[in-house]
């Protein structure tokens, strides 16, 4: 059996603004969860009094996030043939070639497996970049035939230089200093190169998934937040657009130019008005989310009916905070196609195969936003019958 290390109270001390380094403003939301394979987490998100950067403070301990990132990431291609190009990086080369970019020397900064880095060596991109994961290195030259640096962004990039394009596909609002990894990728891009990144955006508050703030998120940016970090790391904006349609929340897809050596950085805007109207109306949102969500439950089970829930991500350990599910029913097991997961716990409960949870019988709850719909019907193609399946989100195929 995997033993878990039970942590509580391991957010870190108040985190000064990565932006402009200011150490004020209001807390917008906290929580402690207890989370598969790690105990008892807790953080808390603060907009900064001066710019508006919405950020974790106090954030998770950095051996916190190692532990998630080194017990559960899973990069692994499992597809055969030419890698399918991701809504990410479909957007950043469209952004691309909307402006004329030519082919040049592009260096990927969380790389995986290289799939998004195949795509842009089939436009004519000489190709390479980096991943601090051994299994997506291995695979990316295996699979796509690219070589990756093991490492990351401050390993990576230092001993690089006059490089045309460095990007980050949802990378930078995992960091704990941004500042201080574009200030590294503008020493490794030649004068007027190019950086290129999409990171999840503030926006459209009401369409956001519930449980938006995140462990492993530990930035949030929106459209003044993501200028402010160009203007103090050097960079000028040479595009952006934000999807509000995107699956599961917005994001926003920027290219800019690093700025000649002798040009002052402009000011940074305040963004605080528009920071605290999107945490405000998301707190709203998110309260109601959750309270529909109990009231499905309360519907679905009868007061201490057994039940098993599928999934055992964060979505999971926010249900039992924020819903009645465990006083209301009677959990008897947690489950996950994962099969890293299987034998930590996820509080009070071990996780089990799935094929435990069959042999059970009895109703299943489906604990997850982005997978609900595939679950449920993996299940049925599985012979489970409609009437155990619990949804919270969407509705029956």
């Not at 970049?129 to 490492?151: H, M, Y």
């Not at 657009?241 to 000649?260: C, G, S, Y």
Request: aromatic letters at 6%; charged letters at 20%; glycine letters at 8%.
């Amino acid at each position: 059996m995997i033993q878990d290390s039970v942590r509580s109270d391991l957010a870190e001390a108040s985190r000064p603004c990565v932006i402009c380094e200011a150490d004020a403003g209001p807390q917008v939301f906290d929580t402690r969860l207890d989370i598969c394979g790690l105990g008892a987490v807790s953080f808390g998100i603060r907009c900064c009094a001066a710019c508006g950067m919405v950020q974790q403070s106090p954030a998770v301990g950095a051996e916190v996030l190692a532990q998630q990132y080194r017990l559960f990431s899973n990069y692994t291609q499992f597809d055969q043939g030419d890698p399918p190009l991701s809504a990410p990086a479909a957007r950043m080369l469209a952004l691309l070639e909307r402006r004329a970019i030519a082919p040049g020397r592009v260096y990927d900064v969380g790389a995986a497996t290289g799939a998004a880095l195949w795509h842009f060596r089939r436009r004519g991109w000489a190709v390479s970049g980096c991943d601090p994961s051994p299994k997506a290195v291995e695979q990316a030259l295996l699979s796509n035939g690219i070589t990756l640096d093991l490492g990351d962004e401050h390993e990576a990039l230092p001993p690089l230089a006059d490089l045309d394009l460095i990007t980050f596909s949802h990378v930078i609002e995992h960091l704990f200093h941004p500042r201080e990894t574009l200030a590294r990728a503008r020493r490794a891009l030649a004068p007027g190169g190019l950086l290129l990144f999409e990171v999840p955006c503030l926006a459209a508050p009401e369409i956001n998934p519930p449980g938006l703030f995140m462990l492993e998120h530990l930035s949030y940016f929106d459209a003044v937040s993501v200028e402010n970090l160009l203007a103090a790391t050097g960079f000028e904006a040479v595009d952006s657009e934000i999807t509000v349609d995107n699956w599961p929340f917005p994001v926003i897809t920027v290219l800019a130019r690093r700025t000649p050596d002798d040009v002052p950085a402009a000011p940074l805007a305040s963004g605080v008005a528009a920071a605290r109207d999107f945490c405000d109306r998301y707190a709203a949102a998110d309260d109601a989310a959750w309270a529909r969500s109990d009231a499905r439950l309360r519907a679905a089970i009868a007061p201490g009916e057994a039940v098993c829930v599928w999934g055992a991500g964060v979505h999971t350990s926010t249900l039992l905070e924020r819903t009645a599910l465990a006083t209301h029913a009677r959990l008897v097991a947690i489950t996950d196609r994962d099969q890293q997961k299987h034998g930590h716990a996820l509080g009070p409960y071990r996780i089990v195969p799935p094929e435990d949870v069959l042999a059970l019988g009895g109703k299943i709850v489906i604990s997850s936003y982005v997978s609900e719909a595939a679950i449920a019907r993996a299940l049925l193609a599985g012979g489970v019958s409609r009437d155990r399946i619990i949804r919270l989100y969407t509705a029956d195929d």
